[in-house]
């Protein structure tokens, strides 16, 4: 068989886009993702579908949008009619694996992965996966996780907790941290890769929070030299509050603890940077660096402190929506034109369209020569002339939709007092609300209108979940019907109670 380009997918977890040194921002260190940046094609106006984990990472599997696939929640899965690019590269004879956080249910869901070592962060995931197996045979425990994701312990949580706003260095040493286990396995897998045909998807739980970086990253950066990141406002803005207070209370929310948070969130980059370096001189020292394409990406991101707001749960605001995405085609494909490479004289390539993570799927599937789905409703990235007018978003249960071009936005919401309407070139960081205003009317419409179209229902979509889903046929993947979860809940509860 020939040897197809390998495909090496690095997914971060809500890693705000302009938290990389490629994006402009000149105080965190992430000189290994800026060097990819240099060798291949860095999207300035790259999106999600939906601010959250699961949802999100469907559609990126699948080409679809949330209400097309119907894996609206962290607990769903989607319709098995569906096809994914993991499940079509295998079917054409690649070798599949996917390590880290992949946040499916059924945990160990059968998408198109031959095999998965996984390490989740919260829910059925954390008892069923193998590092949290890793963790319990060697007597720990991920104490800041379970503090910041597990309500029964959050609520106990010490002062610290809420005065950092989960910005703790982590309990774990370095060597046992999630980030390094993650990057640990890829480099494992990445060891055993020959000239093509493999694919390899190294998901990443950081930067989510809890920011927890192992010491010696959490002295990295020193929160006081810190800039608080473009969009921060003195207070809290009401139609924010109004919506969500916040998982901490954004009105409360003060420049000193932005400061912590935002050099832990740093820290937490850095050290997966690192490991990404690892993972590239892996791939050069076996000579298949330019047969490989990499793709750096994020399933959402955070407000760091846009509008006075932490994390996520609120309206969908650029540094929630938008994502940072490198992406570095195979050398192949690049000298054959089927491909964007770093433009002639320039440090870095950069892509000004309107991009989704919708279009990952075919991109992915066009430069190994597969046909695209004929379901999968994005766009192949490598044709310049591939562009849209219109960028599209929807978060759960339908509540908010998002239309955007490059030059307004609308945010239309099922209350309509909270429906906006923004000039993004007079007002980019999003304060000025025009969706009353008489000036507007006419652009809100048209706005409107788009959303009706792109939609072309008007009864949301159910929630999705076969219980009964086909799981990965692999040795680690635990039996659901043993007690190994209450086993492992139990184990961590007990070490939970002797830190409180």
């Given at each position: 068989?020939?040897?197809?380009?390998?495909?090496?997918?690095?997914?971060?977890?809500?890693?705000?886009?302009?938290?990389?040194?490629?994006?402009?921002?000149?105080?965190?260190?992430?000189?290994?993702?800026?060097?990819?940046?240099?060798?291949?094609?860095?999207?300035?106006?790259?999106?999600?579908?939906?601010?959250?984990?699961?949802?999100?990472?469907?559609?990126?599997?699948?080409?679809?949008?949330?209400?097309?696939?119907?894996?609206?929640?962290?607990?769903?899965?989607?319709?098995?009619?569906?096809?994914?690019?993991?499940?079509?590269?295998?079917?054409?004879?690649?070798?599949?694996?996917?390590?880290?956080?992949?946040?499916?249910?059924?945990?160990?869901?059968?998408?198109?992965?031959?095999?998965?070592?996984?390490?989740?962060?919260?829910?059925?995931?954390?008892?069923?996966?193998?590092?949290?197996?890793?963790?319990?045979?060697?007597?720990?425990?991920?104490?800041?996780?379970?503090?910041?994701?597990?309500?029964?312990?959050?609520?106990?949580?010490?002062?610290?907790?809420?005065?950092?706003?989960?910005?703790?260095?982590?309990?774990?040493?370095?060597?046992?941290?999630?980030?390094?286990?993650?990057?640990?396995?890829?480099?494992?897998?990445?060891?055993?890769?020959?000239?093509?045909?493999?694919?390899?998807?190294?998901?990443?739980?950081?930067?989510?929070?809890?920011?927890?970086?192992?010491a010696p990253w959490s002295e990295?950066?020193?929160?006081?030299?810190?800039?608080?990141?473009?969009?921060?406002?003195?207070?809290?803005?009401?139609?924010?509050?109004?919506?969500?207070?916040?998982?901490?209370?954004?009105?409360?929310?003060?420049?000193?603890?932005?400061?912590?948070?935002?050099?832990?969130?740093?820290?937490?980059?850095?050290?997966?940077?690192?490991?990404?370096?690892?993972?590239?001189?892996?791939?050069?020292?076996?000579?298949?660096?330019?047969?490989?394409?990499?793709?750096?990406?994020?399933?959402?991101?955070?407000?760091?402190?846009?509008?006075?707001?932490?994390?996520?749960?609120n309206h969908m605001y650029e540094?929630?929506?938008?994502?940072?995405?490198?992406?570095?085609?195979?050398?192949?494909?690049?000298?054959?034109?089927?491909?964007?490479?770093?433009?002639?004289?320039?440090?870095?390539?950069?892509?000004?369209?309107?991009?989704?993570?919708?279009?990952?799927?075919?991109?992915?599937?066009?430069?190994?020569?597969?046909?695209?789905?004929?379901?999968?409703?994005?766009?192949?990235?490598?044709?310049?002339?591939?562009?849209?007018?219109?960028?599209?978003?929807?978060?759960?249960?339908?509540?908010?939709?998002?239309?955007?071009?490059?030059?307004?936005?609308?945010?239309?919401?099922?209350?309509?007092?909270?429906?906006?309407?923004?000039?993004?070139?007079?007002?980019?960081?999003?304060?000025?609300?025009?969706?009353?205003?008489?000036?507007?009317?006419?652009?809100?419409?048209?706005?409107?209108?788009?959303?009706?179209?792109?939609?072309?229902?008007?009864?949301?979509?159910?929630?999705?979940?076969?219980?009964?889903?086909?799981?990965?046929?692999?040795?680690?993947?635990?039996?659901?019907?043993?007690?190994?979860?209450?086993?492992?809940?139990?184990?961590?509860?007990?070490?939970?109670?002797?830190?409180?």
């Open positions: 068989m020939q040897a197809r380009p390998n495909i090496l997918i690095i997914h971060n977890d809500e890693h705000r886009y302009d938290c990389l040194g490629a994006y402009g921002n000149d105080q965190v260190k992430t000189p290994n993702l800026d060097r990819l940046a240099e060798d291949g094609v860095t999207y300035q106006n790259s999106y999600c579908t939906l601010p959250v984990c699961t949802p999100s990472r469907y559609s990126f599997f699948t080409g679809l949008y949330p209400h097309q696939h119907m894996g609206w929640t962290n607990q769903s899965n989607f319709p098995e009619a569906f096809n994914t690019f993991p499940g079509m590269l295998r079917e054409a004879g690649y070798r599949t694996k996917a390590v880290g956080k992949m946040h499916f249910t059924p945990t160990y869901l059968d998408i198109g992965f031959d095999e998965m070592e996984l390490a989740e962060q919260n829910g059925h995931g954390r008892h069923d996966d193998d590092y949290h197996r890793y963790l319990r045979k060697k007597g720990l425990v991920d104490y800041n996780d379970l503090l910041d994701q597990v309500s029964d312990f959050r609520n106990d949580a010490p002062e610290e907790y809420w005065e950092s706003v989960g910005a703790m260095e982590s309990n774990l040493a370095e060597e046992d941290h999630k980030t390094t286990w993650i990057a640990e396995k890829a480099l494992a897998e990445l060891e055993k890769w020959d000239d093509g045909n493999n694919l390899l998807m190294a998901g990443f739980i950081n930067p989510h929070h809890p920011f927890d970086p192992p990295m950066y020193d929160p006081e030299e810190i800039s608080i990141l473009p969009g921060w406002t003195e207070e809290a803005l009401s139609q924010d509050t109004d919506y969500h207070p916040g998982f901490f209370k954004h009105e409360d929310l003060t420049e000193e603890q932005l400061k912590r948070a935002t050099a832990y969130y740093y820290a937490c980059i850095s050290q997966i940077d690192y490991h990404i370096g690892r993972m590239i001189d892996i791939l050069k020292e076996k000579g298949i660096y330019d047969n490989t394409m990499i793709i750096f990406t994020s399933d959402h991101g955070d407000y760091m402190g846009y509008h006075h707001m932490l994390l996520k749960q540094p929630l929506m938008k994502v940072p995405l490198i992406i570095k085609y195979p050398a192949a494909n690049l000298e054959s034109g089927i491909a964007p490479g770093p433009n002639q004289g320039k440090r870095q390539s950069i892509d000004e369209r309107l991009v989704n993570n919708i279009d990952l799927a075919p991109t992915i599937l066009q430069q190994v020569g597969l046909e695209i789905d004929e379901n999968m409703t994005g766009i192949d990235l490598a044709y310049q002339s591939a562009t849209r007018n219109y960028l599209y978003a929807e978060s759960i249960g339908q509540q908010e939709y998002m239309v955007r071009s490059k030059k307004y936005k609308l945010l239309l919401n099922k209350n309509e007092e909270s429906s906006q309407f923004f000039d993004l070139e007079k007002d980019p960081y999003e304060i000025e609300n025009l969706y009353n205003n008489t000036d507007y009317q006419d652009k809100v419409a048209q706005y409107k209108k788009q959303i009706y179209r792109w939609l072309l229902f008007e009864e949301p979509t159910p929630i999705y979940l076969n219980k009964e889903a086909k799981v990965i046929d692999q040795p680690n993947v635990p039996d659901q019907d043993d007690n190994h979860r209450e086993k492992s809940e139990q184990y961590f509860s007990d070490k939970m109670n002797e830190e409180l």
